[in-house]
Structure formats: structure tokens, C-alpha cells
């Protein structure tokens, strides 16, 4: 019995454990939406783009059709580097059609990266709620974007219907001006790499040299900045006249007699496309990847894919350039380290509840058949969650869900508790074992079955019940009521047999 009960339970707790979602997403009623358009777009292009989608979605502001749920209200802002859009639905119950009908709006705009999601309670950024963060990170930026690019259809590939967007932009079509230092020309006027940075700043766009103020006011700070000649203090920001601007440089070796050269003299300076904004992690030039999974596959199982299916092969190929570093960030990384702390206080829980039944029982060895109901329940939790998942809604196991399971240690134990000590009590006053047990289950079967069936009747409203708010607390019922009904059941049988041959065990010794 004991053998039974514990293995085949444990067999299907193990088997049937759905993968790990981070928070749940929550059902708010609103939608957001990004798009990425490639450096290089005017706002006359994204302006005709936000005109184009919001005379869309005009036409289904409070009227529902095409199979597209009414809408209440729609948003399109943004600049030539990104553009920022949302709705919400007139029906909260409708928001899941706007989000499939922004979707299908933003595919059809070709040539950038599109992102649209549903508000998550718990999302501290758009699209981050529930997204898988790969952070490619390297010396050469031209090589981080290259193995960006393959990276991301590797992505989508592994994950048909997942959103990605890179951040900031694979493209590195924003122009900019680099200025290369002529070291050998400017070592020989004087010149190091700091004095010719601070001179690059200052012309271009001013640098910082100092602060200005009273002892214990706020400081000012004071800036260099160059002229144009005849200027009112713009900015230099063409490449022919960052070339020709004058520097003054002190002649080594003859102190008070300096020469006035072109910058051109000391760097050579040429225009390139660049990225339109720079990232770095650790120090180091870095490309974000934001996986969005589609909402059929749990995060967890979005995380294997990408490290083990993706980047794994990639790397078993020799596809992953030297110096790259590719890791998994955001809610992944959050995710991850949840796991491992949510064992450990599950683990701490079952010791303090161990020493608290020994030091009650006044012996160590019974409660070792109290506890032998937690994998009895956890059995029952997991296949309470996979019952509300295909018959009632989708159920994730989250982080807020996994607490059931805490939750359920603290409940299984009482029936547990029952039995062991009615049988103690009935071996300290003499009966024989084989008496004691079927004794003690008897006379606690009755009080044991009243107080399961109270609690239960007490949950099911929080698990069948829906509404408003009801996916945050739908899946702990759904795992402390499976938990429980299993394990009052199995409790009566293989509590007891346990504890027969502990006692059996010891009386042997």
C-alpha cells in the first residue's frame, strides 16, 4: 500500500506537472501594440502608417464585425524610431479579438518588426509581462547584428507564431560620424586619446569640464562648448566641418609656442550607418531579442527551445561567432530564479513541519508518517490544475498557482495528524499495534471526512466561479482542492500502513 500510494502518485505528479509560467498575465482590457520601422523612416512615412491602421480600426469603434469585437477607444503615437499604439475593447470579454486584430493589422505593414500583447497586471514594460529575453552581447557590433539577424529567424522557426522584436534595431542604418585617431600624428603634436576625445565632445556636443555653485547649493554644470565661426554656438555636427575645425596644440619641447591644425591633422573622420541606439551589458555592445511566446506554450517551455533547441544547435553547429555571449534574460531570468528559491522554502517548510510534529508526537519517527501525505496531494494538486485547464479555461501553473502547493502542506498533514496521534494514544495506553491503527482510523474517520468535505465545499466557489480577477486565484483553488480530495482518501490507507511498519521497524530493533 505504501509503495502504491507513494510511487504511483508521485509517477503522475512528475508526469503531469504542466512547464512553469513566471506571474499569470491577468485579463485587463486593453491592448498594446509596437512597431519598429528601419532607421531611416521619416515621419511623414509613420504618420501615413498610424493614418492607414487607425482608419481600421475606425470602422469597428463601437460596432462589432468582420468577427473583430466592438472597440471603445484606439491611441497611434510615435516617432521615426518607434511608434506606440493600443485599444480597448467595449466588452472586457472581447479584448482576445482586438489583440488577434492588431496582430493581423501590424503583419500587414511591411518591413518592420511589429509587437502586440494584452496589458498584464504584473508587466512593468510593453510586451515584458511574458517574454523571454535573449541578450546577445560582444566586442563588434557589426557581428552582434549579423548573428542577430540568424538568431532570430532560428527563433522564429523554433517558434511558430511567436512575436520577436530586437531592441534597438537589427538595421544599422542611422547615420553617424566616427572619428578615428591618427595616433602616430597626434603623439608627435602632444595629443593623447582623452585630450582628442574632449575636443570631439566639445565641438560636437559639448562637454563637461567642471561644476559651478556654493558649498551646499545645487551645482551647475559647466560645459565647453565650440562655435561655427561666426556661429551662435551651434553645434558641429557636418563632417567636412568637423575636419577643418581649428584645434590648438602645444608644441613638445618648446614650452609657451603652440600651431593651430585642422582636426583632420590629428583623426581621420568619415560618415557611417550605426545603430540608432546603443546598448551595452556589462560593458560590453549588446542586442536584445524580446520573445514574445504565443499564448498556447508556457514560458518555460519557450525557455528550452530557445537555449536548448536554438542556441544549443547553433553552438553544436559552430554557428555562434567567437566572443559571442548569448543569454537568457527578463522574465526567463526572473522565472529561473523563482524556481530555485520557491524549493528552497518549499524544502524548509517540510523541516519546520517535520521538527513540529516531533517535538508534538515527543518521536522522531512519527511523523515521518504524517508527511508521507505531501506527495499524496501533490499528486492531487496537479491533476486538480490539468481537470481546470481542459474543462474550465486555461490554467497556467504560475508562481501565484505554485503557492497552492505550500498552502497544501499546511492542510494535508491535519488528517494525517489524526490518525498518527489517536494511534499513539491508544499504544501508550496499551493496545497491541494491530489494534491501535485500525482502531485510531476508525474513531477519526468520521471527523476527518466532516472537516475535508467542509474545506472543499469552501473552494470549490473559487475555482468554478468565474469573473473578473479570477485566473489570479482560480488555479491555487484548483490545486489545494485536488490536493486535499486526493489525499483525505489515500490518507486513511497509506498513513496507516506507514505507520505500522515504522512501529514494526522500531519494535524489530
Given at each position: ?389 481542459a474543462y474550465l479555461g486555461p490554467q497556467p501553473l504560475d508562481m501565484?498557482?505554485?503557492?497552492g502547493f505550500l498552502i497544501l502542506l499546511g492542510v494535508v498533514v ?96
Open positions: 500500500m505504501v509503495l502504491a500510494g507513494v510511487g504511483l502518485t508521485s509517477a503522475l505528479a512528475i508526469a503531469f506537472l504542466p512547464p512553469m509560467e513566471y506571474l499569470p498575465t491577468g485579463n485587463r482590457n486593453l491592448v498594446f501594440g509596437i512597431l519598429v520601422p528601419p532607421p531611416g523612416y521619416s515621419v511623414d512615412e509613420t504618420e501615413r502608417i498610424g493614418r492607414s491602421i487607425q482608419t481600421q480600426v475606425a470602422a469597428h469603434i463601437g460596432v462589432e464585425e468582420g468577427g473583430v469585437p466592438a472597440i471603445e477607444r484606439s491611441f497611434f503615437v510615435g516617432d521615426p524610431s518607434q511608434v506606440f499604439m493600443g485599444a480597448v475593447a467595449r466588452e472586457p470579454a472581447g479584448i482576445s479579438g482586438v489583440l488577434a486584430y492588431y496582430r493581423e493589422l501590424e503583419a500587414g505593414v511591411p518591413g518592420v518588426f511589429a509587437v502586440a500583447t494584452q496589458a498584464s497586471l504584473f508587466g512593468r514594460n510593453i510586451g515584458g509581462g511574458r517574454a523571454v529575453e535573449v541578450e546577445i552581447a560582444g566586442a563588434d557590433l557589426d557581428v552582434i547584428v549579423d548573428f542577430g539577424g540568424r538568431l532570430l529567424g532560428e527563433i522564429r522557426g523554433a517558434i511558430p507564431g511567436a512575436q520577436v522584436r530586437p531592441i534597438p534595431s537589427l538595421d544599422l542604418g542611422a547615420p553617424e560620424i566616427r572619428v578615428h585617431p591618427r595616433r602616430d600624428d597626434a603623439a608627435a603634436l602632444g595629443i593623447g586619446g582623452a585630450e582628442l576625445g574632449l575636443v570631439v565632445d566639445a565641438m560636437v556636443d559639448g562637454a563637461i569640464i567642471g561644476e559651478f555653485g556654493e558649498e551646499g547649493e545645487a551645482k551647475i554644470d559647466v560645459a565647453l562648448r565650440a562655435a561655427r565661426p561666426g556661429g551662435e554656438g551651434a553645434a558641429v555636427v557636418d563632417p567636412e566641418d568637423l575636419a577643418s575645425a581649428p584645434v590648438a596644440v602645444a608644441l613638445p619641447g618648446q614650452a609657451g609656442e603652440g600651431v593651430v591644425v585642422p582636426l583632420s591633422t590629428l583623426a581621420t573622420i568619415d560618415e557611417a550607418p550605426g545603430p540608432s541606439l546603443i546598448q551595452r551589458i556589462e560593458r560590453r555592445r549588446a542586442i536584445t531579442l524580446q520573445v514574445a511566446p504565443p499564448l498556447d506554450l508556457a514560458l518555460e517551455d519557450a525557455m528550452e527551445r530557445i537555449r536548448d533547441q536554438v542556441v544549443g544547435g547553433m553552438q553544436a553547429r559552430g554557428e555562434v561567432p567567437e566572443g559571442i555571449d548569448v543569454v537568457l534574460s527578463g522574465t526567463a531570468g526572473q522565472l529561473e530564479g523563482a524556481k530555485e528559491r520557491f524549493g528552497e522554502v518549499l524544502i524548509l517548510a517540510i523541516i519546520i513541519s517535520y521538527l513540529l510534529l516531533a517535538a508534538l508526537f515527543e518521536d522522531f519517527v512519527a511523523p515521518i508518517a504524517v508527511l508521507v501525505t505531501v506527495p499524496l496531494a501533490a499528486a492531487g494538486g496537479v491533476l486538480g490544475l490539468r481537470l481546470v485547464d501565484m498557482t505554485a503557492l491535519n488528517n494525517a495528524i489524526l490518525v498518527v496521534d489517536g494511534a499513539l494514544a491508544r499504544l501508550r495506553a496499551g493496545e497491541r499495534l494491530v489494534d491501535a491503527v485500525p482502531g485510531a482510523v476508525t474513531a477519526r474517520v468520521r471527523p476527518i471526512f466532516m472537516s475535508s468535505l467542509t474545506s472543499l465545499a469552501g473552494l470549490l466557489p473559487l475555482v468554478l466561479f468565474p469573473g473578473s480577477g479570477s485566473e489570479l486565484y482560480r488555479g491555487v483553488g484548483a490545486v489545494v482542492l485536488g490536493g486535499l480530495a486526493l489525499s483525505t482518501v489515500l490518507t486513511l490507507y497509506v498513513t496507516s500502513s506507514l505507520f505500522t511498519l515504522l512501529w514494526r521497524a522500531r519494535g524489530a530493533r
